[in-house]
């Protein structure tokens, strides 16, 4: 009988694997299997693929802590900043990421917030999504997985979101990291309307 583990960073219990990889994130290798199955349902269904940055930014904020690489959550706090407060689509948090370059001093530090009770992981998404082979059952959950962790930010860590707009207001408004760009489509506008949502 194989051992069962618990998630460190969301608290969902899975049978180890034989010949698991060590866990890149604040997770057991088991956890990041379902991501990875998760991962490779959204690459065989292209038009998943505008839930790709969402699913690897939620995964990220909900496994902060640990060894989790401190610029990977900072990255995925401003990925679900951008995308569900101000409606970012996939690819402008991608150009966004782009132009964020490596923490400074001036980036605060992000500590979890305690797991609620009851919160969505990537396994409710794999159990809608690809193991039932729906695309409409994994958008739905995608979704609902993103809005249920960036809840359990704001609820249990007060100021996560002003601590996100005030680190690319640092990165983008004080250290120039959207100059050179020309042009209001692409990874341009997207800068361009990230410094509006700044500067206002």
């Keep these: 009988m194989r051992l069962r583990t618990t998630c460190p960073g969301c608290g969902i219990v899975l049978p180890d694997a034989a010949h698991e990889e060590p866990a890149r994130l ?15 349902f959204e690459f065989q269904h292209p038009v998943m693929l505008r839930f790709h940055q969402l699913t690897v930014d939620t995964y990220g904020a909900q496994h902060a802590g640990g060894g989790a690489p401190p610029i990977r959550v900072a990255y995925s706090l401003a990925g679900l900043w951008l995308a569900l407060e101000h409606g970012f689509s996939a690819e402008d948090v991608r150009a966004v990421h782009r132009r964020m370059g490596h923490p400074t001093p001036a980036w605060p530090a992000f500590d979890p917030p305690a797991p609620p009770r009851r919160w969505l992981t990537v396994l409710d998404v794999a159990e809608a999504g ?8 994994h958008a739905r959950a995608a979704s609902q997985w993103s809005e249920s962790v960036w809840t359990a930010w704001l ?5 996560v979101d002003d601590g996100v707009e005030g680190m690319l207001r640092s990165i ?7 100059e050179g760009l020309h042009g209001t489509i692409g990874p341009a506008a997207a800068i361009h309307r990230l410094l509006g949502l700044l500067e206002a």
């Design 26 to 40: 604040h997770a057991t290798p088991a956890c990041e299997a379902v991501l990875d199955e998760i991962l490779g």
């Design 130 to 137: 690809v193991r039932q082979h729906s695309d409409g059952g």
């Design 155 to 159: 609820e249990g860590a007060p100021g």
């Design 172 to 178: 983008f408004l004080e250290t120039g990291h959207h």
